[in-house]
């Protein structure tokens, strides 16, 4: 066989496009004053590209759907609006210990699900609806994981997933998502997929600063693969997440993105014209940062995630904390390990927050 002219090749003229592209707005500062300016200037940009959604909060109209006592916590289904069109179903898990009329507020974390069948594989729920005894699926069960270590924990549906699934995903079964009709609808509108995800976090946090049980100031987030990429843009985006983990996402578009077959919520239009994956996690800093990955993960290539994390340590380094961020890359494939990004968390927003650089945006 004649070997193929490159030219007539699209991904070789996509690969030329990120050789040559300078973003215009990755990290560069010296000193902290410039640091201050950049991450003023990319944040506003990261946040514009998402789709900005910067119309008044609705009221959040909870409804508490259904409680149940589990195994040294109480899970809780509500609803609640995270803008006037749209509904966002959620577990909240409760520890026994912080139901008492004396007990003190503590820390909680949003749990973000990554592509399945939605927010039940995060809280122990199998695909045919039963509870499991121990922890499965890729993802772990880690909204259980995080109650039995005393946070308080809410997993969002996110956009495309279980309950908040196109009426024909839903029809063809419980694992089919519908990342893709509306994603791409949504790009007509400059809006994407992850900014609306991103959106129904922040409203999350809304609502669990409401909640008696929560310590508003030591709210963390964290999450898997395609809740990797909402646990980091979120963490960029709010600056109330005191601490995040993101779990089998941290890379370079250069070689996850760009050359392996993604969902199209991966794809945030125009990025790469100002920033690489390592600039929009550098955002988060100085507050408390760790990223995980299997050494044989398939879609999110281990160099770079190394790569990747080395570029963020440089931020945490020039604002003097280098100890508030960290990589654990363990021998495994794309699943979430916990191993160390739990002790992370639990140490990070154990005493309380004090390093948020403001507030919501």
């Not at 119309?55 to 006037?84: A, F, I, T």
């Not at 890729?138 to 809410?154: H, K, P």
């Not at 995040?244 to 392996?260: A, E, H, K, M, T």
């Not at 739990?342 to 990070?348: A, D, E, N, R, V």
Request: proline share 6%; glycine share 8%.
């Amino acid at each position: 066989m004649p070997r193929l002219d490159p030219r007539l090749q699209p991904m070789k003229y996509i690969e030329s496009l990120y050789a040559a592209n300078r973003p215009t707005m990755a990290f560069d500062a010296r000193t902290v004053e410039e640091w201050k300016k950049w991450r003023r200037k990319l944040k506003a940009k990261v946040w514009e590209l998402l789709g900005g959604m910067d119309e008044p909060k609705c009221d959040l109209s909870v409804q508490v759907l259904e409680r149940k006592k589990m195994d040294g916590y109480v899970r809780e289904k509500v609803l609640y609006s995270s803008r006037p069109e749209m509904l966002v179903p959620a577990y909240v898990l409760i520890p026994d210990a912080a139901t008492g009329a004396r007990s003190a507020p503590r820390a909680a974390v949003v749990c973000c699900s990554g592509h399945g069948y939605g927010k039940d594989a995060v809280v122990g729920i199998d695909e045919n609806g039963q509870q499991r005894q121990e922890y499965g699926g890729y993802e772990r069960d880690f909204a259980v994981q995080m109650v039995r270590q005393g946070f308080v924990a809410i997993a969002p549906e996110h956009l495309g997933f279980g309950e908040r699934r196109d009426p024909a995903q839903i029809k063809a079964g419980k694992g089919h998502a519908s990342c893709q009709q509306h994603s791409m609808a949504a790009l007509l509108f400059g809006r994407t997929n992850s900014g609306m995800r991103v959106y129904d976090v922040m409203r999350a946090i809304d609502y669990l600063q409401t909640r008696p049980e929560v310590d508003p100031r030591r709210i963390g987030c964290m999450g898997i693969s395609g809740g990797g990429l909402v646990t980091l843009f979120s963490a960029a985006m709010d600056d109330r997440i005191q601490a995040c983990l993101v779990s089998g996402y941290l890379n370079l578009f250069r070689d996850c993105i760009i050359p392996i077959i993604h969902c199209v919520d991966n794809y945030i239009p125009h990025i790469l014209r100002y920033a690489e994956m390592s600039d929009v996690a550098s955002l988060i800093a100085p507050r408390a940062f760790f990223a995980e990955s299997g050494s044989r993960d398939p879609i999110f290539p281990v160099k770079a995630v190394r790569e990747s994390f080395a570029r963020v340590r440089r931020v945490y380094e020039l604002l003097g904390v280098p100890e508030k961020c960290g990589l654990h890359v363990f021998n495994d494939e794309h699943v979430f390990n916990g191993t160390r990004g739990i002790p992370f968390l639990k140490k990070w927003l154990q005493n309380g927050a004090s390093d948020a650089v403001g507030s919501r945006r």
